[in-house]
């Protein structure tokens, strides 16, 4: 058996810990400037809930016509995170921690994202692009955390996993890489692809893909997630990922100023965002609430099915799965403002999320033994 | 010892969060099963005050903590 033995002394460096996140972060902001030039939609270079409504879309999941397209992006994150966990031996098969509950919550976190318009580095992406709006997603961001971890804080998971075989945790990453293959060598005739509007708005494939690769790599390596942030600086008073969320907001923020995007901070004539403040604060509360449940932000759910947990792949399947819902059914908002059938979703999902919560606190019952 | 294998972040975290809080041990001893967790954990530890023994095993990390 090998044996590797390693002695940490205490106290800390807090540069010495965290560099690789602020690194992560800036590169992250980076990557949503440079998509944005190269193609990608207003205040959305970078968005993993957006991105996956495009794949719903492109697969036919879905029939709104304005956003579909097989977004390399995706793609590029699982597989960036693949090689990363690979070379340094941190790729495992695992999974089998409460599958179905985690797909219909990484639906519900989708739902609430497509009312809001934008995941969590959306959300922040936008605040550097000068967009109010999103700081009333922010707060409800925030205070759907701050929720969560009440019951975090009761004894609130959801079961452990369990080792699986390599292919188990292969099968997520496999799969988007075949359909980017039958993408790039013209067969992408396959898939819906949008004409008009933000699925008709892209970066050019091999961009899109080196960009997500990159971010895929190094949020595997800093272990880079947006609902993290929150949840450390308030639970255990580590501020490291809460610094690389800023780090996020600021390099967007300065990067629209040098490159004369920025119009200044308003509500209104932002771009793919409305202004009922109301559900962007409720959206993004689902979508914090959410994702503490899950133990990560939707990038970091990719990030970890790139590393072969097979339980965050069915919750990107699950996030799928709740954008076809969004569109099909009229959840989602659009630039003209949410919907009524959004309003209700939102408020569904809040009850569903409250009871999720309080079942696995309280009354888990008995699990299998290992 | 915690038995924090299978588990995923912050899980792994809060267990041992609860045990310091409530007893103050000065040597703890925690299994893991992935990096991700031993980072948290070790990071956890150091912040309160704890050296941190990390001893990779085939499948698992035992971290010992001490003070």
């Given amino acids: 058996m090998e044996k590797k033995t390693q002695q940490i002394p205490a106290g800390t460096s807090w540069l010495g810990q965290n560099w690789l996140l602020l690194l992560t972060g800036f590169l992250v902001g980076a990557a949503a400037l440079v998509l944005n030039l190269l193609g990608n939609p207003g205040n959305m270079g970078f968005c993993i809930a957006c991105f996956e409504r495009d794949i719903a879309g492109a697969l036919g999941l879905h029939s709104a016509a304005p956003v579909?397209?097989?977004?390399?992006?995706?793609?590029?994150?699982?597989?960036?995170?693949?090689?990363?966990?690979?070379?340094?031996?941190?790729?495992?098969?695992?999974?089998g921690s409460a599958p179905a509950l985690r797909f219909g919550l990484g639906a519900l976190v989708m739902i609430g994202a497509l009312v809001f318009l934008g995941c969590p580095l959306r959300m922040v992406i936008r605040i550097g692009g000068g967009d109010l709006n999103a700081v009333v997603g922010l707060v409800g961001f925030i205070a759907g955390i701050l929720v969560g971890l009440v019951f975090l804080k009761k004894g609130f998971n959801l079961g452990r996993a369990y080792r699986q075989s390599p292919l188990e945790g292969l099968a997520f990453p496999g799969a988007l890489l075949l359909m980017f293959l039958l993408c790039v060598t013209g067969l992408c005739g396959l898939f819906r692809s949008s004409e008009a509007g933000p699925g008709s708005l892209r970066a050019p494939w091999y961009a899109a893909i080196l960009a997500g690769l990159l971010v895929g790599a190094l949020a595997q390596r800093s272990r880079f997630c947006?609902?993290?942030?929150?949840?450390?600086?308030?639970?255990?008073?580590?501020?490291?990922?809460?610094?690389?969320?800023?780090?996020?907001?600021?390099?967007?923020?300065?990067?629209?100023?040098?490159?004369?995007?920025?119009?200044?901070?308003?509500?209104?004539?932002?771009?793919?965002?409305?202004?009922?403040?109301?559900?962007?604060?409720?959206?993004?509360?689902?979508?914090?609430?959410?994702?503490?449940?899950?133990?990560?932000?939707?990038?970091?759910?990719?990030?970890?099915?790139g590393e072969g947990n097979s339980d965050s792949a069915v919750t990107v399947l699950g996030m799928i799965f709740g954008a076809a819902l969004s569109h099909n059914f009229k959840l989602a908002s659009s630039g003209d403002g949410s919907t009524p059938n959004?309003?209700?979703?939102?408020?569904?999902?809040?009850?569903?999320l409250l009871a999720v919560s309080l079942v696995m606190s309280f009354a888990r019952g008995k699990e299998g033994k290992k | 010892m915690i038995d924090a294998t299978g588990y995923s972040c912050p899980t792994p975290v809060l267990m041992v969060q609860k045990e310091?809080?409530?007893?103050?041990?000065?040597?703890?001893?925690?299994?893991?099963?992935?990096?991700?967790?031993v980072e948290n954990v070790t990071r956890f530890a150091r912040n309160s005050g704890y050296a941190v023994r990390v001893e990779e095993r085939e499948e698992d990390f035992l971290l010992t903590l001490e003070r």
């Fill in chain 1, 68 to 95: 579909q397209y097989f977004r390399p992006e995706i793609v590029g994150i699982v597989l960036g995170s693949l090689l990363m966990a690979l070379a340094r031996k941190e790729f495992r098969g695992k999974g």
């Fill in chain 2, 20 to 37: 310091v809080k409530a007893k103050a041990p000065k040597t703890l001893e925690v299994l893991v099963d992935n990096r991700c967790a």
């Fill in chain 1, 226 to 305: 947006m609902v993290g942030g929150v949840r450390d600086a308030v639970m255990f008073k580590e501020f490291g990922l809460i610094s690389a969320f800023g780090t996020v907001i600021v390099t967007v923020l300065l990067g629209n100023l040098l490159l004369r995007k920025f119009t200044g901070f308003s509500f209104e004539g932002q771009p793919v965002a409305h202004s009922d403040g109301l559900w962007n604060f409720l959206g993004m509360s689902v979508v914090g609430w959410g994702s503490v449940l899950l133990g990560g932000c939707p990038l970091r759910q990719l990030v970890l099915a």
């Fill in chain 1, 342 to 352: 959004g309003h209700m979703a939102v408020i569904i999902a809040l009850v569903i």
